[in-house]
Nanobody, 127 residues
């Protein structure tokens, strides 16, 4: 089992910044990548960003490229999401997720391939 706990959400004005963190614990040794997803009211959970454990490859949804940055800290087994130039349409519950498959470069964008999920943290961007 892997436990994921997100933090760092909150209320921010448009154009502002927030930094989300996800701390992983438990049997993390088999993790091949981590991702951030978000879900707005009435919408499907969508991919935001992901990082592959090997080589630190990063991936982003087109809607957040150039504004968000995902990073990891191996020593603490945390994955952060720095969010800049926030827009009202970024408002959602943000979830981190752990991937244990074998083809991250193919699977990173689909929520169906992630095994463990955090409880989510609310991000609200006011206009």
């Amino acid at each position: 089992q892997v436990q994921l706990v997100e933090s760092g959400g909150g209320l921010v004005q448009a154009g502002g910044s927030l930094r989300l963190s996800c701390v992983a614990s438990g049997r993390t040794s088999g993790t091949n990548g981590m991702g951030w997803f978000r879900q707005a009211p009435g919408k499907e959970r969508e991919f935001v960003a992901a990082i592959r454990w090997a080589f630190f490859y990063t991936y982003y949804a087109d809607s957040v490229k150039g504004r968000f940055a995902i990073s990891r800290d191996n020593a603490k087994f945390t994955v952060d999401l720095q969010m800049n130039s926030l827009k009202p349409e970024d408002t959602a519950v943000y979830y981190c997720a752990a991937y244990f498959g074998n083809n991250f470069s193919r699977d990173y964008g689909s929520k169906h391939f992630y095994t463990y999920w955090g409880q989510g943290t609310q991000v609200t961007v006011s206009s």
